[in-house]
């Protein structure tokens, strides 16, 4: 093991300024460190610039050029920064100044929109004519029905056409107003049926003595969406009937579940109803008569009693001097509890007595009226299926499946009957099955982490500074410092060593370390092998010179060549 000699230790000095620094680089590093200062200056403006940038949000899109040309107007006079986008269809200002913005150009009216409402009548010119005025009213009245369509979530555009004939009265006949509308809806959106049927009517209300059966409804396409009065009504009346299926079925179903759930647990039952219901409309009238019956059984209607009385003097018809030619003998009896008058003397006839009484009685005749509705929407027939899982038990601690008892299975179909009211004169059916579910494991399609869509807008928000970081991190370490670096070397005074310092770098590359003369051993150490003389020499050279052996370690720890 090779040894070195002693070296004095100098004294610690102050290191040198930013000038002398600055004077010992070369022309090569002056450029480099400059270049990496203008980068850093650079990088920390634009990092500035950028985040002082406000966020811009659109203002309004879709405009045409008469409204985003008026929109920029009052923009520039109300000194609020704007941007373009989508080839000028959209109008960006700062996030925190839009709804103001909006605010403050509503009050003036913008945007206006392409349709024209009834502010055309507004602008009435002096000698208009009644047609032009009558034009005017219509086309004004088209544009507030476009405007109203408009207003619909799924209609991206409307064009309303309105026929309104001359009304006179010397016709006898009047033609009736019809209208056509046109809409243009946004990708992906359909008209349903009860938003066609509410364009149909406030088209119809709004004109007067127009009926909703001449207002015509197509799309972009040229597809009729209206229905003609001869098959809409029926299309509708079936639309409601299938819908109205749909939740009568649901409803049993849900009763079914709602009943089994609690004893089979969730997700262990399956059921299905279907129901076939009657649509159909009746309407029977019927008479009915009742025999003759007594009058005592029966009511009296009406009844009407005429009643006459009279005398006559009755003379003789016969022969003369015959017996028959005598008229007869007053009667003894009274006649209708009339007693007749005597007959007068002298007279030439005997006097007759008569009298008439007539009685109409009336009965009300028995009858009975009958109408009879069928209702709409009766329940003809049910069907029932559902389907239960086997009962899981654990057996051993493990889990085991079994079949329901045919006890449990009869218990849970009374139930099902009993939650449908399951009628079988009317033919319901209810078949109930209990078997095992196969249970299938579908992998869930994770996204990972780095497509999710929040990860990829962190990393937007990041790239930016993270990226500016990093440049300006590289610029610093890899121009900057070593130019720096490179003017630090600066020669070092001798001074005189002083007792307790720590040694300093050495300046040589190659510096002299003499030989020191090999300590003596002992006697003991004779029969020892020669790793332990060395390692031996090692602690005495150690405890003897030990600036030597640091001057060593550190001339290790450096790499240089002992």
Request: no cysteine; net charge neutral; glycine share 8%.
């Amino acid at each position: 093991m090779s040894a070195v000699a002693e070296i004095p230790l100098a004294t610690p000095s102050a290191g040198p300024s930013w000038l002398q620094r600055m004077s010992a680089l070369d022309r090569a590093q002056r450029m480099r460190l400059g270049v990496g200062i203008a980068l850093l200056v650079a990088i920390a403006v634009a990092a500035i610039v950028f985040g002082r940038q406000p966020d811009y949000r659109v203002l309004f899109a879709n405009l045409n050029d008469k409204d985003g040309g008026a929109i920029v107007a009052q923009l520039s006079q109300m000194n609020v920064p704007y941007k373009h986008a989508d080839g000028g269809g959209a109008i960006l200002i700062p996030a925190d100044r839009v709804h103001d913005v909006r605010l403050r150009l509503a009050t003036q009216g913008l945007p206006k929109g392409s349709v024209a409402g009834f502010e055309l009548m507004e602008a009435s010119k002096f000698g208009m004519t009644q047609f032009q005025e009558r034009l005017n009213f219509q086309r004004g009245l088209e544009g507030e029905l476009t405007r109203s369509i408009q207003a619909l979530s799924s209609v991206q555009g409307a064009r309303v056409h309105l026929a309104l004939p001359n009304q006179n009265g010397f016709f006898r006949e009047q033609q009736k107003p019809s209208a056509s509308v046109l809409v243009s809806l946004h990708p992906g959106r359909v008209l349903d049926r009860a938003q066609l049927a509410g364009i149909v009517h406030l088209v119809a209300s709004s004109v007067p003595e127009l009926t909703p059966s001449a207002v015509s409804v197509l799309d972009d396409t040229g597809k009729l969406l209206s229905q003609t009065p001869e098959g809409g009504a029926g299309a509708e009346v079936n639309a409601q009937q299938l819908l109205y299926v749909q939740q009568l079925e649901q409803q049993y179903t849900r009763r079914i579940m709602d009943i089994l759930e609690p004893v089979v647990g969730r997700n262990n039952v399956k059921a299905q109803v279907t129901a076939e219901v009657d649509f159909t409309q009746t309407e029977s009238t019927s008479e009915q008569f009742r025999p003759n019956q007594t009058p005592d059984a029966s009511a009296i209607r009406s009844q009407q009693v005429l009643e006459s009385r009279g005398s006559s003097n009755k003379t003789a018809t016969g022969v003369p001097g015959a017996v028959a030619n005598q008229p007869p003998a007053p009667a003894a009896a009274p006649v209708n509890g009339a007693n007749p008058a005597p007959n007068a003397a002298g007279q030439q006839g005997a006097e007759e007595q008569t009298s008439k009484r007539e009685s109409t009685t009336n009965y009300e005749v028995d009858k009975t009226v009958r109408v009879t509705r069928g209702s709409t929407g009766a329940v003809k027939r049910l069907s029932a299926a559902v389907v239960v899982n086997y009962q899981s038990t654990e057996e051993k601690g493990k889990p085991v499946t079994k079949a329901l008892s045919p006890e449990q299975v009869e218990q849970m179909t009374a139930l099902v009957r009993e939650t449908i009211g399951f009628n079988r004169e009317r033919g319901d059916s209810v078949n109930l099955m209990n078997t095992p579910f196969q249970v299938s494991v579908t992998p869930a399609n994770e996204v990972p982490v780095w497509k999710q869509p929040e990860t990829i807008e962190l990393a937007r928000s990041l790239a930016w500074p993270v990226g500016a970081l990093l440049f300006g991190a590289m610029v610093l370490l890899g121009l900057v410092r070593p130019a720096l670096k490179g003017g630090t070397k600066v020669e070092k005074l001798d001074a005189v060593p002083v007792p307790g310092t720590q040694l300093d770098a050495l300046e040589a590359d190659t510096p002299e370390r003499p030989a020191l003369p090999s300590p003596g051993r002992k006697e003991e150490a004779a029969v020892a092998t020669p790793e332990q003389l060395r390692l031996e020499d090692a602690r005495v050279l150690a405890k003897e010179n030990p600036m030597a052996v640091a001057n060593i370690l550190k001339t290790w720890l450096n790499g240089e060549p002992a």
